[in-house]
């Protein structure tokens, strides 16, 4: 399985909003809902910012949305922050019953 | 306060096998709607979905490197393994546990990850 396609980086000013769409196939994102993003900080642990598509974690700021138009699932991120400077990662569960990344999304603000 | 900690060795030579271990506080790895999973990065490459266990022991591997990797889970010792064999310089990389604690797939808890190095 290859990985789903993100871009390498997005960037925007503080307040901006940035999109990162995440491109897999009619064996995950197409076919299942199960299309969760994670945000790897500098210190380097992964949190996950949403699952289920669009849904929030408890603590996650709603400025963090997601959407889904057919294989391709999106990550929307409003009013930009500093610390929202990270990399993005989308993950789908499969039909095969695996798990795939996206190739990761570098968000700079400028 | 749920925390996952990665032990194994930092370095192994190409052709031998890896054995890694996943040690999770806090939480009960009995719990009936968990699942762990093994997560590697590269240097300056993408995250890697490995392999994960489900509460029920199901298991569920990267096709690619399905021949090659076993997790395994002892709740007694609240510990998730993952055995790599045949180990190349390009599996060099930081291997983390994620752990979905109520939802099965969507991992709410990660380790910090070790660095392992394949190298003769």
């Known amino acids: 399985q290859s990985a789903l396609t993100q871009p390498a980086s997005v960037s925007g000013s503080p307040g901006q909003s940035v999109t990162i769409p995440c491109t897999g196939s009619s064996s995950d994102i197409g076919a299942l809902n199960f299309v969760s993003w994670y945000q790897l900080n500098a210190g380097r642990v992964s949190k996950l910012i949403l699952y289920d598509v669009r849904h929030r974690p408890s603590g996650i700021s709603d400025r963090f949305s997601g959407s889904k138009s057919g294989i391709t699932a999106t990550l929307t991120i409003s009013g930009l922050q500093a610390d929202d400077e990270a990399d993005y990662y989308c993950n789908s569960y499969t039909t095969s019953g695996t798990f795939i990344f996206g190739t990761g999304t570098t968000v700079t603000v400028l | 306060q749920v925390t996952l900690k990665e032990s194994g060795p930092v370095l192994v030579k190409p052709t031998e096998t890896l054995t890694l271990t996943c040690t999770v506080s806090?939480?009960?790895?009995?719990?009936?709607?968990?699942?762990v999973s093994w997560i590697r990065q590269a240097p300056g490459k993408a995250l890697e979905w490995l392999a994960h266990?489900?509460?029920?022991?199901?298991?569920s591997y990267s096709p690619s490197l399905k021949s090659r990797l076993t997790i395994s889970r002892d709740t007694s010792k609240s510990q998730v393994g993952l055995v790599m064999t045949n180990v190349d310089p390009v599996d060099s990389a930081t291997y983390s546990c994620?752990?979905?604690?109520?939802?099965?797939?969507?991992?709410?808890?990660w380790g910090q990850g070790i660095l392992v190095t394949v190298s003769s």
């Open positions: 806090g939480f009960s790895l009995s719990n009936a709607t968990m699942g």
């Open positions: 994620a752990l979905a604690a109520g939802t099965l797939i969507y991992f709410d808890y």
């Open positions: 266990i489900f509460s029920n022991d199901e298991t």
